[in-house]
């Protein structure tokens, strides 16, 4: 599971070029600072290597790890 | 989809626990101060995730800063950490290190705070080989004060005090250092954040001045002047004209200049300073130095 924190999100969609598998898309949901948030919209393409976890500036991503 | 009993007990641990990084963090301090882009989020990830694989102990970690957008992090991180004069980083944390020299200390300095003002005691402590870790953040422009030229930025490259384009020859931080006598350096980008935990951590485990520059994006100054307006644009530039020192070989010096040298440069030991004092004491008056910690009484 893929989760985005709004709060933290400032919108440099750093993660939506990064992502080898083009997980993200930049989504028409807005946090209170009017950013438009990316979301994981091809979450099932998702290999869990954390790049973008890594390549948030702001800590805004959290991937769970497959059980 | 998951099953209802199982999303109820994940309800409970909130975001802040879940994230990798986030944990490291003075949560109230967050969100960062940082512009929307900015590379100095992901040197800090880079940073903790080098930092938790060198297996050292965060309650024994200093961090060290002068001024500039980069010296922002100790402040950000839950341990214990100096903000001090532009430039002077590198003073304290030589201090801090000879006055305690159990302390992990890990200076963070902008190519500003480092090179310009700070340039002295850059050389001075690489010369020194004090077992300090530098994590040079270079993004190319003073971005605090207005995007103002500094002695890295590229020749030919937009700012506020070059609107022509900048006539000098900017500096190369690495082998500044190497002259000087560092026992570790390190280059990357932040286009390239799993080389650059794993040179962090190497940095962190060598006895002796380690030095690693980060070229990390400004979309807000450098990136608004020189045509790359948004921060993925300046990732896919830091993808396309970084080239492995392995490779190096094959190009001419005029391609040379519009690339970024990535690797790990010089690793190689040499005799550290606080030892060297600690050995020095003992020889002349048998016991060691004195000192003064919160920790050590």
């Known amino acids: 599971m893929i989760q985005i924190n709004p709060d933290l999100c400032k919108g440099c969609y750093i993660c939506v070029e990064i992502c080898p598998k083009s997980v993200y898309t930049v989504s028409s949901v807005t946090n209170k600072k009017d950013i438009k948030l990316p979301s994981p919209e091809n979450e099932n393409n998702c290999i869990h290597c954390h790049l973008c976890e890594l390549e948030c500036p702001d800590q805004a991503i959290y991937v769970e790890d497959k059980k | 989809m998951v099953e209802d009993n199982e999303s109820t007990e994940t309800d409970f641990i909130t975001y802040e626990e879940k994230n990798p990084y986030i944990k490291y963090f003075r949560k109230d301090r967050l969100p960062t101060i940082f512009c929307s882009g900015c590379g100095i989020g992901i040197t800090i990830n880079s940073f903790l995730k080098g930092f938790e694989s060198s297996g050292m102990d965060f309650n024994n970690l200093s961090l060290v800063s002068g001024i500039g957008c980069s010296s922002r992090i100790p402040g950000y991180l839950n341990c214990d950490s100096l903000h001090t004069s532009h430039g002077r980083a590198l003073s304290f944390a030589t201090g801090l290190k000879v006055g305690n020299p159990d302390l992990d200390v890990v200076v963070f300095t902008g190519d500003g705070d ?109 990136g608004r002047k020189n045509k790359l307006k948004t ?67």
């Open chain 2, 114 to 222: 480092a090179a310009a003002i700070g340039g002295n005691h850059l050389i001075h402590a690489a010369r020194r080989n004090i077992n300090l870790t530098v994590i040079c953040i270079n993004n190319n422009i003073y971005g605090m004060t207005g995007g103002q030229i500094s002695p890295t930025s590229p020749e030919g490259s937009l700012a506020t005090t070059a609107p022509y384009g900048s006539i000098d020859t900017p500096f190369n931080l690495i082998d500044l250092v190497t002259a000087a006598g560092a026992t570790f350096t390190g280059r990357w980008t932040t286009a390239h954040p799993l080389q650059l935990s794993n040179s962090i951590k190497n940095g962190l485990l060598n006895n002796g001045f380690s030095f690693i520059e980060v070229v990390s994006q400004c979309p807000t100054y450098y």
């Open chain 2, 231 to 297: 921060p993925v644009s300046m990732i896919k530039m830091f993808k396309e004209s970084s080239i492995n020192k392995r490779k190096v070989g094959t190009l001419s010096e005029k391609e040379l200049l519009s690339k970024i040298v990535i690797g790990e440069f010089v690793n190689k030991k040499r005799e550290e300073f606080s030892n060297k004092l600690e050995n020095l004491s003992h020889k002349e008056s048998g016991r060691n130095t004195i000192r003064k910690s919160a920790y050590i009484l």
